[in-house]
């Protein structure tokens, strides 16, 4: 049973930092690409960062480049999203995708709810 749970999320002022993890269970993590997207109240979910099986290719959306860093930990089955001088508008549920490439399928987790409010 393939899984992803995240966990981090919370309420943060703006200009704070939060770290997002993601633990997969149930597949062979390091041949997954891992990705971050999120979703506003009222928008379509959108991707935040991606991040290549070895780690070696990272990939970030515009709104967030230079604020935030993607990282996985294939040891521990783990994708990470470090979020610095958060914004309101980053205010968001925050949800992990994993991707097989071999057969596309993607998979999604829950989501963590991220609020950066003062």
């Known amino acids: 049973q393939v899984q992803l749970v995240e966990s981090g999320g919370g309420l943060v002022q703006p200009g704070g930092s939060l770290r997002l993890s993601c633990a997969a269970s149930g597949l062979t993590f390091s041949n997954l690409v891992m990705r971050w997207y999120r979703q506003a109240p009222g928008k379509e979910r959108e991707l935040v960062a991606h991040i290549s099986t070895a780690g070696g290719v990272t990939i970030y959306a515009d709104s967030v480049k230079g604020r935030c860093t993607i990282a996985r930990d294939n040891a521990k089955n783990t994708v990470y999203l470090q979020m610095n001088s958060l914004k309101p508008e980053d205010t968001a549920v925050y949800y992990c995708?994993?991707?097989?490439?071999?057969?596309?399928?993607?998979?999604w987790g829950q989501g963590t709810q991220v609020t950066v409010s003062s």
């Open positions: 995708n994993a991707l097989e490439p071999l057969n596309m399928i993607n998979y």
